[in-house]
């Protein structure tokens, strides 16, 4: 009899109020559960009165189970359920810039098809469990600024179809897995920059073949010399070394040759070209040939890409370049404000004569003169209107820059021996005369 009547009742709830929602919408719901705050509503059609969860936001569906949970950049604040793990067809998870926390729950490596996990711009925390080799099928790992911390699990290498790893801005420590290099044969994309790595640069980094863009290894504590064999990646990676602890001669091999030391700045112990620190004798060897050892001002010439530029402001700058640089500016200056001294009382002076001999046109009688100068040479920032002439404001009641001016539509009144004599009318209507001297 009893029995029975749980029946009843269960068929009550499934044809009732409450209708039947498969194990999939339940595992969606006590994701739905983990979330404290919605603020934007992304959620709001998740609800137990739907019977099929794929038609909630966000939420994709293949043949009736949920290959997909994408709900990015709507404020979610909460933690990540072990639920999701049992969405067995799960493919993709992206929830990028929300506000996540916590660690990552062991479960979510249950959902073995896993192809792209995109957790970018959260709160997470916490180390990464090693059932990440569980992932055969991950292709996209992105769980750049987080607050992950701990070492890059030793299983990573076992997810061998992982084409793009960003690890970046997080408190990631250790040293890269060993084989690291050798088994993510398929990596496109690598990105370890802004953690704690510490440990050598595997040489089997070199191994990655596949590699695209930038390799960027930057910001870390790795130490010791830079392995040659990363001259093996393909021509186009640029591998992006700075700010780490790196020392010895920078190999000249390949995709670490011709590179500008922007590359590479930023790591004390590294010596020889394209750095201007040479290398001493000791470490040296055949690397870098020509230079004495402890000449400053003896390191071959920087290399003419585009890239030079930026090094001087980088670690390599010596004392004395910093106060040539502050000496020229000064200098420069000056000559700027001697220059428009000199304009100005030039200008002056023409001015004070015209008020003379009048051309007819207003003057608003009560103001003082002002005078403007501008010439091209003293200034870039002038623009290619203005020409090589002195630009003088003749009525200059009203305040302009240049770039008013540039907006102000002028008319030529006249042409004196002097000059040309424009009207220029500004924006907000007051007008005065101006005067370009030819
Ligand atoms: C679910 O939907 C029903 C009707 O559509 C509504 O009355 C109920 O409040 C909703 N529940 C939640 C938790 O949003
Ligand atoms: C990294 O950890 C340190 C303490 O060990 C902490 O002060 C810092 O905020 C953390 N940074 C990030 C990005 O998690
Ligand atoms: C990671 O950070 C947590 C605190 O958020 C700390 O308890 C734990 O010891 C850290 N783990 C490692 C490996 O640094
Ligand atoms: C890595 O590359 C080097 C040189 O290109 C090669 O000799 C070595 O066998 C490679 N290692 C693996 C594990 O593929
Ligand atoms: C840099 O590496 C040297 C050894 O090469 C080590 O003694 C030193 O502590 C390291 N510095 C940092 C900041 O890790």
Known sequence: MFPLILLLLAL???HGLVSCLNNEGYALLSFKQSIYEDPEGSLSNWNSSDDNPCSWNGVTCKDFKVMSVSIPKKKLYGFLPSALGSLSDLRHVNLRNNRFFGSLPAELFQAQGLQSLVLYGNSLSGSLPNQFGKLKYLQT???SQNFFNGSI???????????????????FTGSLPAGFGASLVSL????????KFDGSIPSDVGNLSSLQGTADLSHNLFTGSIPASLGNLPEKVYIDLTYNNLSGPIPQTGALMNRGPTAFIGNPGLCGPPLKNPCSSVTDGATAPSSIPFL?????????????????????LSKIAVVAIIVSDV?????????????????????????????GFEKGGKKRKECFCFRKD???TLSENVEQYDLVALDAQVAFDLDELLKASAFVLGKSGIGIV?????????????????
């Open 141 to 143: 790992l992105d769980l």
């Open 296 to 316: 400053p001002n003896n390191s071959p010439p920087q290399d003419s890409d585009n890239n030079g530029r930026k090094s001087v402001k980088g670690r390599g």
């Open 12 to 14: 009550f709830n499934c």
């Open 153 to 171: 699990p030793s299983s990573t290498v076992l997810c061998k179809r992982l084409r793009a790893l960003d690890l970046s801005r997080n408190n």
């Open 331 to 359: 200098i420069g200056i000056c000559l700027v404000g001697l220059l428009f001294s000199y304009c100005y009382s030039r200008v002056c002076q023409r001015s004070k004569n015209r008020d003379g001999n009048s051309y």
């Open 422 to 438: 424009y009207k220029v009318v500004l924006e907000d209507g007051p007008y005065f005369s101006c005067e370009k001297i030819g």
């Open 378 to 380: 003293e200034s870039e």
């Open 188 to 195: 496109e994309k690598l990105d370890l920059s802004f953690n």
